[in-house]
């Protein structure tokens, strides 16, 4: 199978199974679809046709090159891994965690998925024992895997601090007994940041996720405190100060764009003109019905900003002055195995969510549904069912995935949305998969468009 | 006519290299909605660079 498509000037091919990257001209691309059922004699005669100007010669050597790829199985390479690995799931260790070491917020946006960090329950701060008690059982299950992720979430994580504090400790303690490595990450919307928070952070945070949704009007039409006011002006400064003494260590400013700013472009825009150089824009998680959702009418304005985001990028990068898109990172050379690309995000088995109270749930997005919970950190997995229904979970358990050009590339999605359109992990959240074929499209032309940059510059 | 390919991962080739799964879950990273996991660097390819 494979992918041909035309953007910012660039006519690209991807092959579906090997994941290479064709770059062509207009001619050269249209070789490809031509030559793919491998009629030599068909392909030539329909580009001399379609090309009259074109030599023979050229034809000739250009389905040469076609050839050449086919044997390196690069060009309409089988889908061999389906076959290779037929029962390919999840493996049973826990590699990640996510602990909502707060379900309350010093925020109330009104478009929060997690209800206002209540996650429809009760309001809790995680005690530091139940904290102890997801790390040990995070090392206990890990199996040989040395690196080890936890993410502090909530809520606002920042509103139990000194437990976060006091859980990295411990996790550096668990380190040396165990040869494991820690990674932490803290997301945070910023409102408690001090000089301490950052200091921490900066000696013992891996990644930090810093909740900003652009502009001042966007940011603060959702994203308010209790009493309706605007966060933008109070964290705005804290956020660039904290990025200033990050240096080059990782951080994400992470925006949700909706229905209401289409024009995210310009969010993601201001926050590199405030500084920032690692930046990520989402689509809100919400119910259809919400009026702040992503409708299918929206995408082609959606997609408009995507491609437009990735011409500004180029821009940015050839005046010297660059910025990451998250979406738009790929490393087409060290990118992750084919297992990574058919397991997908490991959510139920090798990640899992930590409520305060010790509740397991496949993920962040699952929490307070009771059907999806797992077990607890005292019970360990008692609904070994679910878990297995997760494990099972893959590129090829969704029907949609199976014809898609992108399944090796996205692996079949996000397990919590696909559960919420369709009421089923294997099925597929059509809006989201649009957006991730077009920033697919967008990263991979980027790739193009640098590898060019760079040959011209040598 | 001309087509150049982009350098990247033999796929097949992972089949027996890979699978060590020390890379990062999807969702520790920015995003925790809506990504797929082709952002996530290999951490075993980056080992052997070093």
Known sequence: ?458 | MKIKTLVSRDMVDSLTTGGCGECQTSCQSACKTSCGVVNQPCEKKAEEDK
Request: charged share 20%.
């Open chain 1, 1 to 458: 199978m494979i992918h041909s498509y035309t953007l910012n000037g660039y006519h690209i091919t991807v092959d579906a199974a090997s994941c290479a990257v064709h770059v062509t001209d207009r001619q050269g691309m249209d070789a490809i679809a031509l030559y793919e059922d491998g009629d030599r004699e068909k392909a030539t005669r329909l580009l001399q046709e379609k090309y009259p100007q074109v030599p023979l010669a050229d034809i000739t050597a250009c389905l040469n090159d076609i050839d050449a790829l086919r044997a390196q199985g690069k060009l309409y390479a089988p889908d061999v891994y389906q076959a290779a690995l037929p029962r390919r799931t999840a493996p049973t260790v826990v590699k990640a965690l996510c602990l909502h070491v707060a379900h309350v917020c010093n925020l109330a946006c009104s478009y929060c998925f997690a209800g206002q960090g209540k996650y429809a329950g009760a309001q809790a701060l995680m005690p530091y024992e139940v904290g102890r008690d997801a790390l040990d059982f995070l090392v206990r299950h890990s199996g040989t895997r040395r690196n080890l992720e936890v993410d502090f979430f909530g809520g606002e994580p920042l509103m139990n601090w000194d437990v976060v504090k006091r859980l990295v400790a411990y996790g550096r303690e668990l380190e040396k007994q165990h040869n494991k490595m820690f990674r932490f990450t803290l997301t945070t919307n910023g409102v408690l940041l001090d000089d301490e928070v950052m200091d921490f952070c900066n000696r013992e945070m891996h990644n930090v996720v810093l909740s900003l949704d652009g502009r001042k009007e966007v940011h603060d039409r959702f994203r308010v405190d209790h009493q309706g006011r605007g966060s933008y002006e109070a964290i705005v400064p804290k956020f660039q100060e904290f990025v200033r003494r990050r240096g080059h260590q990782g951080y994400y400013m992470r925006g949700t764009f909706t229905h209401y700013n289409l024009d995210f472009l310009n969010d993601i825009l201001h926050m590199a003109d405030l500084g920032f150089t690692q930046l990520s824009m989402e689509p809100v998680v919400t119910s259809p019905d919400n009026p702040s959702a992503i409708t299918q009418d929206d995408l082609p304005q959606v997609f408009e900003q995507y491609e437009r985001l990735a011409q500004v990028m180029l821009e940015r990068h050839r005046e010297g002055r660059p910025f990451d898109f998250y979406h738009f990172l790929i490393d087409l050379g060290h990118g992750p195995c084919i297992h990574k690309r058919i397991i997908g995000c490991g959510s139920g088995t090798e990640y899992l969510a930590v409520t305060p109270w010790g509740d397991l749930y496949p993920c962040h997005q699952f929490v307070g549904e009771q059907q999806y919970r797992l077990g607890s950190l005292l019970e360990g997995i008692t609904n070994a069912t679910l878990q297995q229904e997760f494990g099972r979970c893959n590129v090829f358990s969704h029907t949609e995935c199976l014809q898609c050009w992108a399944k090796y590339f996205c692996s079949g999605g996000c397990a919590a949305n696909a559960a919420h359109a369709t009421g089923s992990v294997t099925g597929v959240y059509d809006i989201g998969c649009q957006i991730f074929k077009k920033r697919m499209e967008c990263a991979i032309m980027l790739q193009a468009a640098l590898d060019e940059y760079n040959e011209n510059a040598r």
